[in-house]
Protein backbone atom coordinates (compact mmCIF):
# COMPACT_ATOMS: atom_id res chain seq x y z
CA UNK A 1 0.00 0.00 0.00
CA UNK A 2 2.68 2.44 0.79
CA UNK A 3 4.58 1.43 -2.42
CA UNK A 4 1.43 2.43 -4.21
CA UNK A 5 0.84 5.05 -2.76
CA UNK A 6 4.38 6.39 -3.24
CA UNK A 7 4.25 5.50 -6.62
CA UNK A 8 1.27 7.62 -7.44
CA UNK A 9 2.61 10.67 -5.72
CA UNK A 10 6.02 10.39 -7.95
CA UNK A 11 3.53 9.71 -11.08
CA UNK A 12 1.24 12.88 -10.23
CA UNK A 13 4.90 15.37 -9.43
CA UNK A 14 5.95 14.05 -12.86
CA UNK A 15 2.74 14.60 -14.88
CA UNK A 16 3.24 18.22 -12.77
CA UNK A 17 6.50 19.24 -14.29
CA UNK A 18 5.59 18.24 -17.36
CA UNK A 19 2.32 20.08 -17.79
CA UNK A 20 4.32 23.22 -16.00
CA UNK A 21 5.16 25.72 -18.86
CA UNK A 22 9.20 25.64 -19.21
CA UNK A 23 10.84 28.77 -18.80
CA UNK A 24 12.40 30.42 -21.92
CA UNK A 25 16.21 29.96 -22.06
CA UNK A 26 18.29 32.76 -23.02
CA UNK A 27 18.66 32.88 -26.95
CA UNK A 28 22.50 33.63 -27.68
CA UNK A 29 22.73 36.18 -30.39
CA UNK A 30 25.60 35.24 -32.88
CA UNK A 31 28.41 37.75 -33.67
CA UNK A 32 29.80 38.42 -37.57
CA UNK A 33 33.41 39.13 -37.21
CA UNK A 34 33.15 42.28 -38.39
CA UNK A 35 31.47 42.97 -35.05
CA UNK A 36 33.75 41.06 -32.81
CA UNK A 37 36.60 42.60 -34.12
CA UNK A 38 35.02 46.19 -33.62
CA UNK A 39 33.54 45.25 -30.17
CA UNK A 40 37.79 44.41 -29.50
CA UNK A 41 38.92 47.21 -30.92
CA UNK A 42 36.20 49.63 -29.12
CA UNK A 43 38.15 48.11 -25.76
CA UNK A 44 41.53 49.24 -26.66
CA UNK A 45 41.36 52.84 -25.12
CA UNK A 46 44.69 54.09 -26.48
CA UNK A 47 43.48 52.42 -30.14
CA UNK A 48 40.54 54.53 -30.12
CA UNK A 49 41.70 57.47 -29.20
CA UNK A 50 44.43 57.13 -31.93
CA UNK A 51 42.00 56.48 -34.31
CA UNK A 52 40.22 59.63 -33.56
CA UNK A 53 43.55 61.62 -34.16
CA UNK A 54 44.33 60.24 -37.01
CA UNK A 55 40.63 61.24 -38.51
CA UNK A 56 41.14 64.24 -37.13
CA UNK A 57 44.71 65.08 -39.24
CA UNK A 58 43.23 63.80 -41.82
CA UNK A 59 39.54 65.87 -42.06
CA UNK A 60 41.89 69.15 -41.46
CA UNK A 61 44.20 68.35 -43.86
CA UNK A 62 41.67 67.56 -46.21
CA UNK A 63 39.78 70.56 -45.12
CA UNK A 64 42.84 72.59 -45.32
CA UNK A 65 41.47 75.41 -47.41
CA UNK A 66 38.48 75.89 -45.24
CA UNK A 67 40.05 76.04 -42.16
CA UNK A 68 42.82 78.44 -43.23
CA UNK A 69 40.05 80.60 -43.88
CA UNK A 70 38.23 79.91 -40.57
CA UNK A 71 41.34 81.27 -38.98
CA UNK A 72 42.06 83.78 -41.32
CA UNK A 73 45.48 82.96 -42.20
CA UNK A 74 46.78 82.43 -45.62
CA UNK A 75 49.86 79.92 -46.44
CA UNK A 76 51.35 82.57 -49.12
CA UNK A 77 51.01 85.90 -47.24
CA UNK A 78 54.60 87.12 -46.15
CA UNK A 79 54.68 89.43 -43.04
CA UNK A 80 58.44 90.31 -43.61
CA UNK A 81 57.50 93.49 -42.19
CA UNK A 82 58.10 91.47 -38.20
CA UNK A 83 60.96 90.02 -39.52
CA UNK A 84 64.59 91.54 -37.93
CA UNK A 85 67.70 91.44 -40.46
CA UNK A 86 68.24 87.60 -39.54
CA UNK A 87 64.85 86.41 -40.83
CA UNK A 88 64.03 85.76 -37.50
CA UNK A 89 60.32 86.83 -36.19
CA UNK A 90 60.37 90.22 -33.33
CA UNK A 91 57.43 91.45 -31.32
CA UNK A 92 53.92 90.37 -32.10
CA UNK A 93 54.99 87.59 -34.93
CA UNK A 94 57.67 86.25 -32.43
CA UNK A 95 55.21 83.69 -30.32
CA UNK A 96 51.72 82.41 -30.81
CA UNK A 97 49.00 85.08 -31.19
CA UNK A 98 45.41 84.77 -32.26
CA UNK A 99 46.79 85.68 -35.83
CA UNK A 100 49.22 83.35 -36.33
CA UNK A 101 48.43 80.63 -33.76
CA UNK A 102 51.45 78.57 -34.68
CA UNK A 103 53.75 81.47 -35.29
CA UNK A 104 55.39 82.53 -38.41
CA UNK A 105 58.23 81.14 -40.22
CA UNK A 106 62.12 82.52 -40.01
CA UNK A 107 62.81 84.12 -43.30
CA UNK A 108 59.64 84.08 -45.17
CA UNK A 109 57.19 85.32 -42.41
CA UNK A 110 54.75 82.82 -43.59
CA UNK A 111 52.13 81.20 -41.15
CA UNK A 112 53.42 77.79 -39.89
CA UNK A 113 49.79 76.81 -39.08
CA UNK A 114 48.60 77.45 -42.77
CA UNK A 115 51.94 76.08 -44.07
CA UNK A 116 51.68 72.72 -42.11
CA UNK A 117 48.17 71.98 -43.11
CA UNK A 118 48.66 72.70 -47.06
CA UNK A 119 52.06 70.80 -46.80
CA UNK A 120 50.63 67.70 -45.00
CA UNK A 121 47.75 67.48 -47.93
CA UNK A 122 50.77 66.96 -50.11
CA UNK A 123 52.62 64.09 -47.90
CA UNK A 124 49.75 62.58 -47.26
CA UNK A 125 48.64 62.42 -50.94
CA UNK A 126 51.88 61.00 -51.50
CA UNK A 127 51.50 58.30 -48.66
CA UNK A 128 48.06 57.22 -49.78
CA UNK A 129 49.01 57.58 -53.40
CA UNK A 130 51.84 55.06 -53.12
CA UNK A 131 49.94 52.72 -50.02
CA UNK A 132 47.29 52.01 -52.62
CA UNK A 133 49.57 51.06 -55.49
CA UNK A 134 52.18 49.00 -53.96
CA UNK A 135 49.53 46.92 -51.95
CA UNK A 136 47.63 46.69 -54.51
CA UNK A 137 50.30 45.09 -56.55
CA UNK A 138 51.27 43.12 -53.61
CA UNK A 139 48.13 41.57 -53.48
CA UNK A 140 47.45 40.26 -56.54
CA UNK A 141 51.02 38.74 -57.26
CA UNK A 142 50.86 36.96 -53.71
CA UNK A 143 47.42 35.96 -54.86
CA UNK A 144 48.68 34.18 -58.05
CA UNK A 145 51.77 32.79 -56.28
CA UNK A 146 50.33 31.64 -53.74
CA UNK A 147 47.53 29.92 -55.51
CA UNK A 148 48.95 28.53 -57.74
CA UNK A 149 52.32 27.42 -56.79
CA UNK A 150 54.67 25.34 -59.15
CA UNK A 151 56.47 27.30 -62.09
CA UNK A 152 54.22 30.71 -61.33
CA UNK A 153 55.35 31.22 -57.94
CA UNK A 154 59.06 29.76 -58.98
CA UNK A 155 59.10 32.55 -61.23
CA UNK A 156 57.24 35.13 -58.95
CA UNK A 157 59.48 34.24 -55.98
CA UNK A 158 62.68 34.69 -57.69
CA UNK A 159 61.40 38.06 -59.43
CA UNK A 160 60.30 39.43 -55.38
CA UNK A 161 64.05 38.43 -54.43
CA UNK A 162 65.56 40.06 -57.35
CA UNK A 163 63.97 43.49 -55.55
CA UNK A 164 64.12 42.76 -52.16
CA UNK A 165 67.71 42.67 -52.97
CA UNK A 166 68.10 45.93 -54.05
CA UNK A 167 68.86 49.05 -51.87
CA UNK A 168 65.61 50.62 -52.50
CA UNK A 169 67.45 54.02 -50.97
CA UNK A 170 70.32 54.44 -52.46
CA UNK A 171 68.20 53.56 -56.12
CA UNK A 172 65.74 56.50 -55.28
CA UNK A 173 68.55 58.91 -54.78
CA UNK A 174 70.83 58.15 -57.81
CA UNK A 175 67.69 57.53 -59.80
CA UNK A 176 65.63 60.51 -58.72
CA UNK A 177 66.97 63.84 -61.19
CA UNK A 178 67.43 61.45 -64.35
CA UNK A 179 64.00 59.98 -63.86
CA UNK A 180 62.20 63.32 -63.54
CA UNK A 181 63.87 64.55 -66.23
CA UNK A 182 62.85 61.63 -68.75
CA UNK A 183 59.13 62.54 -67.02
CA UNK A 184 59.05 66.12 -67.68
CA UNK A 185 60.47 65.31 -71.44
CA UNK A 186 58.21 62.57 -72.11
CA UNK A 187 55.44 65.44 -70.77
CA UNK A 188 53.67 63.38 -68.28
CA UNK A 189 54.25 65.80 -65.91
CA UNK A 190 56.11 69.45 -64.67
CA UNK A 191 58.15 70.16 -61.90
CA UNK A 192 56.61 69.21 -58.68
CA UNK A 193 54.31 67.22 -60.32
CA UNK A 194 56.81 64.83 -61.56
CA UNK A 195 58.50 64.43 -58.49
CA UNK A 196 55.43 63.42 -56.79
CA UNK A 197 54.77 61.28 -59.55
CA UNK A 198 58.65 59.72 -59.28
CA UNK A 199 58.26 58.99 -55.48
CA UNK A 200 54.82 57.65 -56.22
CA UNK A 201 56.30 54.97 -58.88
CA UNK A 202 59.26 54.41 -57.27
CA UNK A 203 58.26 53.81 -53.46
CA UNK A 204 55.44 51.69 -55.14
CA UNK A 205 57.70 49.59 -57.11
CA UNK A 206 60.11 48.51 -54.20
CA UNK A 207 57.44 48.20 -51.68
CA UNK A 208 55.02 45.70 -52.58
CA UNK A 209 57.52 42.35 -52.80
CA UNK A 210 57.26 42.66 -48.88
CA UNK A 211 53.43 42.66 -48.79
CA UNK A 212 53.35 40.12 -51.63
CA UNK A 213 55.02 37.89 -49.38
CA UNK A 214 52.75 38.08 -46.43
CA UNK A 215 50.02 37.58 -48.67
CA UNK A 216 51.50 34.42 -50.55
CA UNK A 217 52.13 32.68 -47.24
CA UNK A 218 48.28 33.38 -46.32
CA UNK A 219 47.00 32.08 -49.04
CA UNK A 220 49.09 28.81 -49.00
CA UNK A 221 47.56 27.96 -45.95
CA UNK A 222 43.86 29.06 -46.71
CA UNK A 223 44.27 26.79 -50.28
CA UNK A 224 44.55 23.74 -48.22
CA UNK A 225 41.50 24.86 -46.27
CA UNK A 226 38.17 22.59 -46.00
CA UNK A 227 36.04 25.15 -47.64
CA UNK A 228 38.21 25.72 -50.61
CA UNK A 229 38.51 22.26 -51.23
CA UNK A 230 34.72 21.69 -51.26
CA UNK A 231 34.52 24.43 -53.91
CA UNK A 232 37.06 22.52 -55.86
CA UNK A 233 34.98 19.33 -55.49
CA UNK A 234 31.89 21.10 -56.83
CA UNK A 235 33.48 22.40 -59.77
CA UNK A 236 34.22 26.14 -58.89
CA UNK A 237 36.67 27.82 -61.54
CA UNK A 238 39.78 29.00 -60.43
CA UNK A 239 38.37 32.92 -60.89
CA UNK A 240 35.51 31.94 -58.19
CA UNK A 241 37.70 30.31 -55.95
CA UNK A 242 39.99 33.62 -56.16
CA UNK A 243 37.48 35.89 -55.72
CA UNK A 244 34.66 34.09 -53.45
CA UNK A 245 36.77 31.85 -50.76
CA UNK A 246 40.34 33.93 -50.89
CA UNK A 247 39.80 37.42 -51.13
CA UNK A 248 37.43 37.79 -48.04
CA UNK A 249 39.71 36.18 -45.89
CA UNK A 250 42.53 38.18 -46.91
CA UNK A 251 41.06 41.62 -45.46
CA UNK A 252 42.27 41.14 -41.69
CA UNK A 253 46.11 41.59 -42.84
CA UNK A 254 45.52 43.86 -45.95
CA UNK A 255 43.76 46.28 -43.50
CA UNK A 256 46.47 46.07 -40.90
CA UNK A 257 49.67 46.62 -43.36
CA UNK A 258 47.23 49.52 -44.76
CA UNK A 259 47.36 51.35 -41.24
CA UNK A 260 50.89 50.86 -40.63
CA UNK A 261 52.16 51.64 -44.52
CA UNK A 262 50.40 55.06 -44.28
CA UNK A 263 52.75 56.26 -41.89
CA UNK A 264 55.77 54.35 -43.23
CA UNK A 265 55.36 56.52 -46.33
CA UNK A 266 54.42 59.86 -45.01
CA UNK A 267 57.87 59.29 -42.88
CA UNK A 268 59.56 58.55 -46.15
CA UNK A 269 58.26 61.69 -48.13
CA UNK A 270 59.40 63.60 -45.59
CA UNK A 271 62.92 62.09 -45.58
CA UNK A 272 63.52 62.04 -49.66
CA UNK A 273 62.22 65.98 -49.64
CA UNK A 274 64.15 66.82 -46.30
CA UNK A 275 67.09 65.78 -48.27
CA UNK A 276 65.95 67.95 -51.46
CA UNK A 277 64.59 64.81 -53.49
CA UNK A 278 61.23 65.37 -53.36
CA UNK A 279 58.68 68.60 -53.87
CA UNK A 280 60.33 71.43 -54.23
CA UNK A 281 59.64 74.96 -52.91
CA UNK A 282 57.51 77.12 -53.44
CA UNK A 283 55.29 73.89 -52.52
CA UNK A 284 55.56 72.80 -49.30
CA UNK A 285 55.88 69.35 -47.40
CA UNK A 286 56.42 68.48 -44.22
CA UNK A 287 60.10 67.54 -44.77
CA UNK A 288 60.21 70.89 -46.69
CA UNK A 289 59.52 72.49 -43.41
CA UNK A 290 61.67 70.23 -41.16
CA UNK A 291 64.37 70.94 -43.43
CA UNK A 292 63.71 74.80 -43.11
CA UNK A 293 63.91 74.43 -39.63
CA UNK A 294 67.05 72.78 -38.83
CA UNK A 295 68.67 76.18 -40.10
CA UNK A 296 66.97 78.04 -37.62
CA UNK A 297 66.81 75.49 -34.31
CA UNK A 298 69.44 77.25 -32.06
CA UNK A 299 67.39 81.21 -32.83
CA UNK A 300 63.93 79.74 -33.06
CA UNK A 301 63.90 76.43 -31.51
CA UNK A 302 59.88 76.65 -31.66
CA UNK A 303 59.80 76.50 -35.42
CA UNK A 304 61.78 72.85 -34.93
CA UNK A 305 59.77 71.41 -32.45
CA UNK A 306 56.59 72.35 -33.96
CA UNK A 307 57.57 70.81 -37.01
CA UNK A 308 59.27 67.67 -35.77
CA UNK A 309 55.93 66.95 -33.33
CA UNK A 310 53.33 67.11 -36.19
CA UNK A 311 55.04 64.30 -38.20
CA UNK A 312 55.54 62.39 -35.00
CA UNK A 313 52.01 62.86 -33.61
CA UNK A 314 50.71 61.72 -36.89
CA UNK A 315 53.31 58.75 -37.50
CA UNK A 316 52.76 57.70 -34.00
CA UNK A 317 48.71 57.86 -34.42
CA UNK A 318 48.65 55.67 -37.30
CA UNK A 319 50.98 53.19 -36.09
CA UNK A 320 48.85 52.87 -32.69
CA UNK A 321 45.34 52.56 -34.96
CA UNK A 322 47.71 49.45 -37.02
CA UNK A 323 48.50 47.83 -33.74
CA UNK A 324 45.46 48.38 -32.59
CA UNK A 325 43.79 46.66 -35.75
CA UNK A 326 46.18 44.11 -35.61
CA UNK A 327 45.41 43.00 -31.89
CA UNK A 328 41.39 43.63 -32.72
CA UNK A 329 41.48 40.98 -36.20
CA UNK A 330 43.69 38.29 -34.42
CA UNK A 331 41.69 35.27 -34.26
CA UNK A 332 43.11 34.12 -31.30
CA UNK A 333 42.38 37.16 -29.02
CA UNK A 334 39.73 36.80 -26.73
CA UNK A 335 36.37 37.52 -27.62
Given at each position: ????V????????V?????????????????????????????????????????????????A???????????????????????????D???????????????????L????????????????????T?????????????????????????????????P?????????????????????A??N???????????????????S?????????????????A??????????????????????????????????????????????????????????????????????????????????????????????L?D????????
Open positions: HKYRARMSLNSDNSEVGSPVSASPVIAGRSPRQIAWSRFKRNKVGMIAAGISIFLLSMSLFPIVCRVLGINPNDLNLEGLNSSGIPTGLAGFSMEHPLGVIPGTGRDLAQLLYGSRISFMIAIFTTAALTIGFFVGIVGGYFRGRVDGILGRFTDFLLAFAFFMIVALSEPMVDRIEKFGIEGGARVLFLILFLSFFGWPGFRLIRSQVLSLREREFVTAQAMGATRRRIILKELVPNLWAPVIVVVSLSLPGYLASEAVFSFLGLGVQPPASTWGILLSNATRFVTVMPSFFLITAASLVIVVLAFNLVGDARALDPRADK
